[in-house]
């Protein structure tokens, strides 16, 4: 299956700033989802990265605060802008580990906390 | 209501023991079952997928899903204090606006005691 590197692994950063997370995986994908878990809480996603076309955000997530970026079929960016408290969270990249299985590998995460 | 529900426990046992952990799905046209495991501090591992209806083994696991109940388990056989971690269900609701995503489920705690 797919390795994923994702940095940073976590970060504090002051409320009104921006972080972007990066992931880099070992083999192309066409699909990437970002997903957050917010402490004690089960994964949600944000939003599915193609390459070439904009991403596509869940119910409850915008472009404008979470900025995604898919530049080619083996990396991905995601910005939580504009950060509050609230922003804090874990927040994990993944991709499907095999062709047409839905299951999905993650990376290690980025454990961001907002003071 | 719920797309994925589960038993948040914690649910203890004995180590040697079978450790049975349960997940129920809202969704009938769901086609795609998986179980992950998460350590504490760390990302979910995928350890069992299960697409048709009976059991699915894979040394100590076995899944078992029965989709006219919407139905899904995991058993984990003579569990081990290694076996401690979060039991994360995910079910892939087909005819999503973003295909292929996964709906989690919010964990089941499970504890093994040596």
């Known amino acids: 299956s797919a390795v994923i590197s994702q940095k940073p692994s976590r970060d504090i950063c002051q409320r009104g700033t921006s972080l972007t997370i990066q992931c880099q995986v070992d083999?192309?994908?066409?699909?990437m989802f970002w997903y957050r878990q917010q402490p004690g809480q089960s994964l949600t996603l944000i939003a599915t990265?193609?390459?070439?076309?904009?991403?596509?955000?869940e119910s409850g997530f915008v472009i404008d605060k979470f900025p995604i970026s898919r530049p080619n079929l083996t990396f991905s960016t995601l910005t939580v802008s504009n950060m509050s408290p609230e922003d804090s969270s874990i927040y994990l990249c993944?991709?499907?580990?095999?062709?047409?299985?839905?299951?999905?590998?993650f990376g290690s995460g980025t454990r961001l906390t907002v003071v | 209501q719920k797309e994925v529900e589960q038993n948040s426990g914690p649910l203890s046992v004995p180590e040697g023991a079978i450790a049975s952990l349960n997940c129920t799905y809202s969704d009938r046209v769901s086609q795609s079952f998986f179980w992950y495991r998460q350590y504490s501090g760390k990302s979910p591992e995928l350890i069992m997928s299960?697409?048709?209806?009976g059991d699915k083994e894979d040394g100590r696991f076995t899944a078992q899903l029965n989709k006219a109940s919407q139905y899904v388990s995991l058993l984990i056989r003579d569990s081990q204090p290694s076996d401690s971690a979060t039991y994360l269900c995910?079910?892939?609701?087909?005819?999503?606006?973003?295909?292929?995503?996964?709906?989690f489920g919010k964990g089941t705690k499970l504890s093994v005691k040596p």
């Open positions: 299960i697409y048709s209806n």
């Open positions: 083999s192309q994908v066409t699909m």
């Open positions: 990265a193609n390459q070439g076309s904009e991403a596509t955000y």
């Open positions: 995910a079910v892939n609701i087909k005819g999503r606006r973003s295909q292929g995503n996964l709906i």
């Open positions: 993944s991709v499907d580990s095999q062709p047409n299985s839905y299951g999905y590998t």
